[in-house]
C-alpha cells in the first residue's frame, strides 16, 4: 500500500507538471483560434463556442509567413552549422590536449557565454556596417554564432571527456591521423551530444529578436519570423488572434525537432555530464 501510494503520488505529480508546462501551449492555440470579443471576457474562456480555424489560412495569405519561416530557418540553420564547426574542433582540443594556457582559455571561452547580448550588439553594428553586411541575413547568423559557440564548446568538451581515449588510439595504431581519428572514431561515437548541442544552437538562433531587429532593415523579404509578428501589432487596435496564430506558425518546427531528436537530446545531456 505504502508503494502504490508513492506511485500515485508520483503520477500526480508528473501530471500537474505536465499540465503547467502544456498550458501556455494551449493558451496560445485557443488564443489564436478565439474571436476577438471572447479574448476580453471575464471569466475568461478556455476554449471558444465557435473556433476560428481559418485565422491561420488567413495569416498566411495576408502576410509573407512562409518568406519570414524560411529566412528564420536559413538564418538557424547557417548559424548551427558555423557554430559546430567552431565548438567540434574548440571542444575536442580543450578535452584532449594538455598545452600551457589551455584551462585559461576554456574559461575566457565560457566567461563570453556570461555577456548579454545586448552589450556586443554595438560593436557588432559597426563592424557588419564596415564590411556592408547589415540588412543581409549574414549578418544575423555570425552575430548568432558569438552567442551559441561560448556554449556548444563547453558542452562538447564535457561530452568528448566522456570518450575513452583508447578509441583514438587504437584507431591510430590502425594507420588513421589524429583527424581522421576525430572524424570517424569520435564524431560518430559523439552524435548524441552533437545533436543536442546543435539543438541547442538552433532554438537559440530561431528565438532571437534583438540581433534580427538590429542589423535587418525595413524590407520585410529580409525579416524572420520573430521580427515580423512585431509589426502585427497595430497603433490603436491588435489582432491577438492573429499574432497567437503567427506564433503558432514560429512555435510549431521547433516543437517537431524535438520530437523527433529528443531521445539524441537526453542522451547527449545526460551523457555530457557524467566524468
Given at each position: 500500500?505504502?508503494?502504490?501510494?508513492?506511485?500515485?503520488?508520483?503520477?500526480?505529480?508528473?501530471?500537474?507538471?505536465?499540465?503547467?508546462?502544456?498550458?501556455?501551449?494551449?493558451?496560445?492555440?485557443?488564443?489564436?483560434?478565439?474571436?476577438?470579443?471572447?479574448?476580453?471576457?471575464?471569466?475568461?474562456?478556455?476554449?471558444?463556442?465557435?473556433?476560428?480555424?481559418?485565422?491561420?489560412?488567413?495569416?498566411?495569405?495576408?502576410?509573407?509567413?512562409?518568406?519570414?519561416?524560411?529566412?528564420?530557418?536559413?538564418?538557424?540553420?547557417?548559424?548551427v552549422a558555423l557554430s559546430m564547426t567552431v565548438s567540434v574542433?574548440?571542444?575536442?582540443?580543450?578535452?584532449?590536449?594538455?598545452?600551457?594556457?589551455?584551462?585559461?582559455?576554456?574559461?575566457?571561452?565560457?566567461?563570453?557565454?556570461?555577456?548579454?547580448?545586448?552589450?556586443?550588439?554595438?560593436?557588432?553594428?559597426?563592424?557588419?556596417?564596415?564590411?556592408?553586411?547589415?540588412?543581409?541575413?549574414?549578418?544575423?547568423?555570425?552575430?548568432?554564432?558569438?552567442?551559441?559557440?561560448?556554449?556548444?564548446?563547453?558542452?562538447?568538451?564535457?561530452?568528448?571527456?566522456?570518450?575513452?581515449?583508447?578509441?583514438?588510439?587504437?584507431?591510430?595504431?590502425?594507420?588513421?591521423?589524429?583527424?581522421?581519428?576525430?572524424?570517424?572514431?569520435?564524431?560518430?561515437?559523439?552524435?548524441?551530444?552533437?545533436?543536442?548541442?546543435?539543438?541547442?544552437?538552433?532554438?537559440?538562433?530561431?528565438?532571437?529578436?534583438?540581433?534580427?531587429?538590429?542589423?535587418?532593415?525595413?524590407?520585410?523579404?529580409?525579416?524572420?519570423?520573430?521580427?515580423?509578428?512585431?509589426?502585427?501589432?497595430?497603433?490603436?487596435?491588435?489582432?491577438w488572434n492573429e499574432i497567437s496564430a503567427a506564433a503558432v506558425?514560429?512555435?510549431?518546427?521547433?516543437?517537431?525537432?524535438?520530437?523527433?531528436?529528443?531521445?539524441?537530446?537526453?542522451?547527449?545531456?545526460?551523457?555530457?555530464?557524467?566524468?
Open positions: 500500500m505504502k508503494l502504490r501510494s508513492s506511485r500515485i503520488a508520483l503520477y500526480l505529480g508528473v501530471a500537474a507538471t505536465c499540465a503547467v508546462l502544456l498550458f501556455p501551449i494551449y493558451w496560445l492555440l485557443v488564443t489564436a483560434i478565439s474571436p476577438p470579443a471572447d479574448l476580453r471576457s471575464l471569466p475568461p474562456r478556455f476554449w471558444p463556442d465557435v473556433p476560428q480555424w481559418q485565422v491561420f489560412s488567413r495569416i498566411a495569405e495576408e502576410r509573407p509567413m512562409l518568406l519570414w519561416l524560411t529566412n528564420s530557418t536559413l538564418a538557424a540553420l547557417g548559424s574542433f574548440a571542444g575536442y582540443a580543450l578535452s584532449r590536449f594538455r598545452v600551457r594556457g589551455g584551462q585559461s582559455l576554456g574559461l575566457f571561452i565560457l566567461t563570453a557565454k556570461m555577456l548579454p547580448a545586448t552589450l556586443l550588439v554595438i560593436p557588432l553594428f559597426g563592424i557588419f556596417r564596415s564590411v556592408g553586411l547589415i540588412g543581409s541575413l549574414w549578418s544575423v547568423v555570425l552575430a548568432h554564432a558569438t552567442l551559441i559557440v561560448p556554449f556548444t564548446t563547453w558542452m562538447l568538451k564535457g561530452y568528448f571527456d566522456t570518450i575513452p581515449r583508447e578509441l583514438e588510439q587504437a584507431a591510430m595504431v590502425d594507420g588513421c591521423s589524429p583527424l581522421g581519428a576525430l572524424f570517424r572514431v569520435i564524431l560518430p561515437v559523439a552524435t548524441p551530444g552533437l545533436a543536442a548541442t546543435a539543438l541547442y544552437g538552433f532554438v537559440l538562433s530561431w528565438s532571437d529578436y534583438a540581433y534580427a531587429r538590429t542589423f535587418l532593415t525595413n524590407a520585410q523579404q529580409s525579416w524572420t519570423a520573430n521580427l515580423g509578428i512585431t509589426t502585427m501589432k497595430g497603433e490603436y487596435v491588435t489582432d506558425f514560429v512555435a510549431l518546427p521547433i516543437l517537431v525537432i524535438y520530437l523527433f531528436l529528443e531521445r539524441y537530446l537526453v542522451g547527449g545531456l545526460t551523457a555530457g555530464a557524467e566524468k
